[in-house]
C-alpha cells in the first residue's frame, strides 16, 4: 500500500505562484510515476502533469505547459508542481497520483491523495 499527502494549497492572488508538495509512504520502491490531476467545481478530474519517477521525464497538459512544473526527489519520495503565472481557471482541487510497477505483470496500481484546494482569485 502506498499513502499520499499533499501539502501547499490556499489562496493565490491572479499571477501569483504556489508551490504544492506530495510526500508518498508505504511501498514507494515500485512507483512508476508520480502525477498532478485536478477538478473544478462541477467538472471531471483532469490531468495536470506526470513525471516518470526513473527517467524523470515530464509531460503536461496543454493549458499548463510553460506555467507549471513537475518536479521529484526520490530520495524523500516527494513530487512537487511549482504553479506560476497561476489564473482563476487554475482553481480546482488539486490531487497527487502514484502508480506503481509490479514487477513481472503489467499489474499499474494507481493511488491517490485526499487533494488540496487551490484558489485563484483577484
Known amino acids: 500500500q502506498v499513502q499520499l499527502v499533499e501539502s501547499g494549497g490556499g489562496w493565490v492572488q491572479v499571477g501569483g505562484s504556489m508551490r504544492l508538495s506530495c510526500t508518498a509512504s508505504?511501498?514507494?520502491?515500485?512507483?512508476?510515476?508520480m502525477a498532478w490531476f485536478r477538478q473544478a467545481p462541477g467538472k471531471e478530474r483532469e490531468f495536470v502533469a506526470r513525471?516518470?519517477?526513473?527517467?524523470?521525464?515530464?509531460y503536461y497538459e496543454d493549458s499548463v505547459k510553460g506555467r507549471f512544473t513537475i518536479s521529484r526527489d526520490k530520495a524523500e519520495s516527494t513530487v512537487s508542481l511549482q504553479m506560476n503565472s497561476l489564473q482563476p481557471e487554475d482553481t480546482a482541487v488539486y490531487y497527487c497520483?502514484?502508480?506503481?510497477?509490479?514487477?513481472?505483470?503489467?499489474?499499474?496500481?494507481?493511488?491517490w491523495g485526499r487533494g488540496t484546494q487551490v484558489t485563484v482569485s483577484s
Open positions: 497520483n502514484l502508480e506503481a510497477q509490479i514487477p513481472g505483470t503489467s499489474s499499474r496500481p494507481s493511488y
Open positions: 508505504g511501498q514507494t520502491s515500485r512507483t512508476h510515476n
Open positions: 513525471i516518470m519517477w526513473n527517467t524523470g521525464n515530464s
